[in-house]
Antibody
Framework: QLQLVESGGGVVQPGMFLRLSCAAS????????LHWVRQAPGKGLEWVAS?????????YTADSVKGRFTISRDNSKNTLYLQMNNLKLEDTAVYYC???????????????WGKGTTVTVSS | EIVLTQFPGTLSLSPGEGATLSCRAS???????LAWYQQRPGQAPRLLIY???SRASGIPDRFAGGGSGTDFTLTITRLEPEDFAVYSC????????????FGQGTKVEIK
């Protein structure tokens, strides 16, 4: 069974950077797209970025983080990354990785989630 | 950009009761692009419903999704203790640059 485990969270000052990782185990995620989704304290879920399956490698990023966050993947390591630069106070959140599930007919959704890693941006 | 509005914000119910949660889109969307998630306290979200009405693997049949156009519902019959959680709807937007949007969530709490 696929498991996703995020790491790399921590406490940083505004303007600094972090790189989050999401390691997959159980089977290869290369046939699948992957997402990053975040949740600020006491708030709802917010989509951050997505990357298509290994063959496509298209990347999509929410306007709120465009130009600062970059999603990437290393299929040889079965791992997803999120490079977060110029962090802002409002980036404080739990960051989840999730698998891009579905088909054009069924629609696209997030069907496997990690437990999340916490990022705190504070001066 | 399509905005999803969920209501009510909080539902206070007793175990064994039924619950109806609503998700309204700011414009008409395809049923296939609407999903629901459950998030228990301190846990990651879990996919419940995709395509507006299809239950995800392992989801009990007391959960049912419905609706079309701009108005969608998640119905839970006979609330179990583990069903008290936050429920969020999500829309997938097609296009050259796809996006995913979530509603703000409905909390189902024990009365």
């Amino acid at each position: 069974q696929l498991q996703l485990v995020e790491s790399g969270g921590g406490v940083v000052q505004p303007g600094m950077f972090l790189r989050l990782s999401c390691a997959a185990s159980g089977y290869s995620v290369s046939p699948y797209g992957l997402h990053w989704v975040r949740q600020a304290p006491g708030k709802g879920l917010e989509w951050v970025a997505s990357i298509s399956h290994a063959g496509g490698d298209d990347k999509y990023t929410a306007d709120s983080v465009k130009g600062r966050f970059t999603i990437s993947r290393d299929n040889s390591k079965n791992t997803l990354y999120l490079q977060m630069n110029n962090l802002k106070l409002e980036d404080t959140a739990v960051y989840y990785c999730a698998r891009w599930g579905g088909t054009p007919r069924s629609g696209y959704y997030m069907d496997v989630w990690g437990k999340g890693t916490t990022v705190t941006v504070s001066s | 950009e399509i905005v999803l509005t969920q209501f009510p914000g909080t539902l206070s119910l007793s175990p064994g009761e039924g619950a109806t949660l609503s998700c309204r889109a700011s414009q008409s969307i395809s049923n296939s692009d609407l999903a629901w998630y459950q998030q228990r306290p301190g846990q990651a979200p879990r996919l419940l419903i995709y395509g507006a009405s299809s239950r995800a693997s392992g989801i009990p049949d007391r959960f049912a999704g419905g609706g079309s156009g701009t108005d969608f519902t998640l119905t839970i019959t006979r609330l179990e203790p583990e069903d008290f959680a936050v429920y969020s709807c999500q829309h997938y937007h097609h296009g050259g640059s796809p996006t995913w949007t979530f509603g703000q969530g409905t909390k189902v709490e024990i009365k």
